[in-house]
């Protein structure tokens, strides 16, 4: 079975409840329990952290190990030169997403310091920029 892990970061942790006119009403764990039954021929996992350290720490840790890693690194994704990093040092396939079109919004969130080293990239979709983060995967 494969194992794929959705990474979140910052502020992800209020979805349902943060500017609900962007990200939209409903709780990611709620979403997460979707997923799991929509995929239940793939292990999936799912960690949160708000901060740069703990994505980097679990990064490291499944990424010579799982089948791929579908991450929304939030606001860290236009500033995080380490983050991006960490993508490069593992064999894991990372997938970036968004839920939002970022290329619609402040020019500040154009950039990424972690497209470069991913697989691919996301966005726009709303919480199904996820799973067809998960769907690129299991082709
Ligand atoms: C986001 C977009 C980022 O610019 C923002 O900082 C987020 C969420 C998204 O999923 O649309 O926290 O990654």
């Known amino acids: 079975m494969k194992k794929i892990l959705i990474l979140n970061g910052p502020n992800l942790n209020l979805l349902g409840v943060r500017e609900k006119s962007i990200y939209g009403s409903q709780d990611f764990l709620s979403y ?3 997923l799991k039954q929509q995929f239940e021929t793939v ?3 799912y960690f949160q952290s708000n901060s ?3 994505l980097i720490d ?3 840790e499944v990424g010579f190990e799982f089948d791929g890693i ?3 690194a939030g606001a860290y994704t236009h500033t995080s030169v380490a983050i991006g990093d960490a993508i490069a040092a593992v064999t894991t396939p990372v997938i970036e997403v968004h839920i939002s079109n970022v290329h619609q919004r402040e020019e500040f969130r154009h950039h990424s310091f972690l497209a ?4 691919g990239v996301i966005c726009g979709f709303g ?3 996820y799973r067809l983060g998960i769907q690129a995967f299991i082709k």
């Open 127 to 129: 919480l199904d920029s």
């Open 58 to 60: 679990k990064i490291h």
């Open 52 to 54: 740069e350290g703990g």
């Open 43 to 45: 292990q999936l996992h």
């Open 116 to 119: 470069k080293n991913c697989k």
């Open 32 to 34: 997460f329990e979707e």
């Open 70 to 72: 579908v991450l929304n």
